[in-house]
């Protein structure tokens, strides 16, 4: 059965340092969504993308966060300087389309702790 | 906009007892509606959904029904498991949000034995 592959499960990391995480998603799948978990509550967006193209990154703090996702398949969110309050799950999900109907489909996240 | 408001937990049960999880959800459009469980540790399943109202979706003895006059979409599972032990999220995708999913903040089950 197709996963979402993410990597690595888990990152501890110094505050301000850069930490990246890698998305591989289900063949075929234009929409991938990056989430961010905060431990105790549901995912919040960090930013949707259509294909290459970025659809909604505006909860994505652009000060010290980046995703891209060149050629329209995997996709790396960075993080430069971390902080302390950036320690959470990141979680990424993708789906054949973003129309609605479909659900999307989670990996098993990263879970970040900074130190 | 979009928002989705669960009960809050931890709910407690026996096995063998009757569960209901209650969500309520705001949308702009014509929403689809999802639940998802969570395992300690892991991402998001899907569990069930339905697209339009009146629709109920099942999936190993869980259902909800999307009721459009109360904006709800209850999860309900006749007689619990120790392994339905986990995290479950109410989810919505709208055409009035974009589509992106727009998750509530998670009820925790611990179903004892």
């Known amino acids: 059965e197709a996963e979402v592959a993410q990597s690595p499960r888990y990152k501890i990391t110094e505050k301000s340092q850069a930490v990246a995480f890698w998305c591989d998603p289900i063949s075929g799948h234009a929409t991938l969504y990056w989430y961010r978990q905060i431990l105790g509550q549901g995912p919040e967006l960090l930013v949707q993308f259509q294909d290459e193209s970025v659809v909604d990154d505006s909860q994505l703090p652009k000060d010290r966060f980046s995703a891209e996702r060149l050629k329209g398949v995997d996709s790396t969110l960075k993080i430069q300087p971390a902080e302390l309050g950036d320690s959470a799950m990141y979680l990424c999900?993708?789906?054949?389309?973003?129309?609605?109907?479909?659900?999307?489909?989670f990996g098993q996240g990263t879970r970040l702790t900074v130190v | 906009g979009d928002s989705v408001t669960q009960m809050e937990g931890p709910v407690t049960l026996s096995e063998e007892a009757f569960l209901t999880i209650n969500c309520t959800y705001t949308a702009t459009g014509y929403p689809s509606l999802f639940w998802y469980v969570q395992y300690p540790g892991e991402g998001l399943q899907l569990l069930l959904k339905?697209?339009?109202?009146?629709d109920k979706g099942s999936n190993k003895g869980f259902e909800a029904t999307y009721r459009k006059e109360t904006t709800s979409f209850h999860l309900e599972k006749g007689s619990v498991q120790v392994s339905d032990s986990a995290v479950y999220f109410c989810?919505?995708?709208?055409?009035?949000?974009?589509?992106?999913?727009?998750f509530g903040r998670g009820t925790s089950l611990i179903v004892h034995p």
């Open positions: 989810a919505l995708s709208d055409s009035g949000g974009s589509y992106i999913p727009t």
């Open positions: 339905a697209t339009k109202a009146d």
């Open positions: 999900a993708s789906s054949p389309s973003g129309t609605g109907n479909t659900e999307a489909f």
